[in-house]
């Protein structure tokens, strides 16, 4: 049985089907800041999208062209849907054709060096953005090379404008660049980055035993390290602003959480400095069935009232534990105010009950359904 959907076909200036290109439909009210309501689909190799949503919604219709050919940069149209578009209100396919002129070419080569002269083989190249002459930017999609040992690389197609490129390697700090095409060869340093030292410390002053530390900077940048009885080490640090999480597991003394804090990288100086958990409030009681029994090993988590967790994510503010064989249980350290505890997370239907949070609580009773094969 064939699902019921609209249409939307997209071509070329000769009737050809374009593959890849865009077709989004944004039912955000025209006053929003912000939005998330948005469709997007993506044309098939006949160069059509059937959506449910299209035969229903109302919103703004925007169909680009691929990012291969130049994106929005390269050919647009967006209409009040389905109202004022062509074809909207009949029973066909919205047929929609953007002609996209093929966007000037040129190649791009240089080479990749370390700050001491010697080349660099195997450090990757990528295009982040093209801003074309007349000042339109667009990611023009997955193009990239990779230097030799010579540390020569060559891009042979690259639409001609300023290029951001991202260079990577594992043994060096990331690096964005610009480069202008055409034009001569692009000359690449890499530097070795700086290095962060540090401990993950607890609440209550003491190191963490096992935690695991991500960082991220330079747009792709990233880096995960295991803890090793609280010291961390990263290194190849890009300068600049690091976005740092640290997260732990639920069987430990704080729960599986989260702590997200900044540092400030200042070219490759070493850095010295320790990740510290804030104080709070505990809380702490036993969750049982609807006899009474004590459930053990119950997943239990704590979220400040208000805020709402998806089925199968886990919140940002969430913080997750371990009840022992007796069914009790302790958040330790939660930011002071109300929380919603909810268990057991292993069962399809879940209980909650709300504490103030204004001081430590104990003897809280949860009563919960006990999952199944438990």
């Keep these: 049985m064939t699902r019921e959907c609209r249409v939307v076909k997209v071509v070329d200036g000769r009737g050809q089907p374009v593959v890849g290109a865009t077709v989004s439909l944004s039912m955000c009210p025209a006053e929003a800041t912000t939005c998330s309501d948005i469709a997007v689909w993506t044309t098939d190799r006949r160069g059509r999208v059937c959506a449910e949503q299209l035969l229903e919604a109302e919103g703004e219709l925007d169909v680009r062209a691929p990012d291969r050919l130049g994106?929005?940069?390269?050919?647009?149209?967006?209409?009040?849907?389905?109202?004022?578009?062509?074809?909207?209100?009949?029973p066909g396919p919205v047929v929609v054709k953007l002609d996209a002129p093929p966007l000037p070419r040129a190649a791009l080569k240089g080479s990749?060096?370390?700050?001491?002269?010697?080349?660099?083989?195997?450090?990757?190249?990528?295009?982040?953005?093209?801003?074309?002459?007349?000042?339109?930017?667009?990611?023009?999609?997955?193009?990239?090379a990779m230097s030799s040992p010579s540390g020569r690389f060559?891009?042979?197609?690259?639409?001609?404008?300023?290029?951001?490129?991202?260079?990577?390697?594992?043994?060096?700090?990331?690096?964005?660049?610009?480069?202008v095409i055409p034009s001569a060869d692009a000359d690449i340093v890499l530097d070795a980055g700086a290095i962060w030292r540090g401990h993950v410390i607890d609440p209550?002053?003491?190191?963490?035993?096992?935690?695991?530390?991500?960082?991220?900077?330079?747009?792709?940048?990233?880096?995960?390290?295991?803890?090793s009885e609280g010291k961390f080490s990263i290194e190849h640090l890009p300068p600049g602003e690091v976005e740092v999480l640290v997260g732990t597991d639920e069987r430990s003394q704080l729960g599986?959480?989260?702590?997200?804090?900044?540092v400030h990288v200042t070219d490759t100086q070493p850095l010295t400095q320790d990740l510290s958990w804030p104080k709070g409030i505990a809380v702490s009681g036993v969750i049982v069935d609807e006899s009474g029994v004590p459930i053990g090993d119950a997943r239990l988590s704590a979220l400040p009232k208000g805020e709402h967790r998806l089925p199968s994510e886990f919140h940002p503010q969430e913080v997750v534990a371990r009840a022992d064989a007796a069914g009790q249980f302790t958040f330790r350290h939660l930011a002071p105010g109300p929380?919603?505890?909810?268990?057991?997370?292993?069962?399809?239907?879940?209980?909650?009950?709300?504490?103030?949070?204004?001081?430590?609580?104990?003897?809280?009773?949860?009563v919960a359904v006990r999952p199944q094969g438990n």
């Design 204 to 227: 209550d002053g003491q190191v963490l035993a096992d935690c695991l530390v991500s960082a991220r900077a330079a747009r792709s940048w990233s880096a995960t390290i295991q803890c």
């Design 154 to 179: 060559a891009l042979p197609q690259v639409p001609q404008g300023t290029a951001t490129l991202q260079i990577t390697h594992r043994d060096f700090a990331a690096r964005t660049v610009q480069a």
């Design 256 to 262: 599986h959480r989260t702590l997200t804090t900044k």
């Design 71 to 90: 994106g929005h940069c390269a050919a647009s149209k967006s209409w009040e849907y389905p109202r004022g578009v062509p074809e909207g209100r009949g």
């Design 112 to 144: 990749v060096t370390s700050s001491n002269g010697q080349p660099i083989k195997d450090a990757t190249i990528g295009i982040e953005s093209v801003t074309l002459s007349t000042g339109c930017s667009y990611s023009p999609g997955p193009i990239s």
């Design 339 to 366: 929380w919603v505890i909810t268990g057991d997370l292993r069962a399809p239907r879940r209980s909650q009950v709300e504490v103030d949070g204004a001081k430590d609580q104990r003897g809280v009773r949860l």
